[in-house]
């Protein structure tokens, strides 16, 4: 599948489950961050810098959404299969 619509379809799922997702410029060329899920007065938020690579992006939001409650969600199961690989991954 595609890039751009595996990342469209991890930003819906983040939007379906109310996890903003915040891009912005991140860290320094001496201190490189491309992003990941934090919580700012109990909301969760994922931070990505655009300029990181798509395949990055993709892995970000994986990695973040891999611990939300997504077993009542209706996902693509090429999409599961990715956050399931980006849960077992994080162990």
Do not use: H, T
């Not at 991140?26 to 938020?45: A, I, M, N, S, T």
């Amino acid at each position: 599948m595609e890039n751009s619509k595996v990342l469209g379809y991890l930003e819906d799922l983040a939007f379906r489950l109310g996890i903003e997702i915040v891009y912005e410029k991140l860290g320094e060329p001496d201190f490189p961050v491309d992003g990941d899920l934090c919580k700012v007065k109990r909301v969760y938020k994922i931070l990505m810098d655009p300029a990181a690579p798509i395949e990055a992006q993709i892995e970000i939001l994986a990695q973040a959404l891999s611990s939300s409650k997504i077993e009542e969600v209706y996902l693509l199961p090429f999409i599961r299969e990715i956050l399931e690989k980006a849960q077992k991954s994080s162990q």
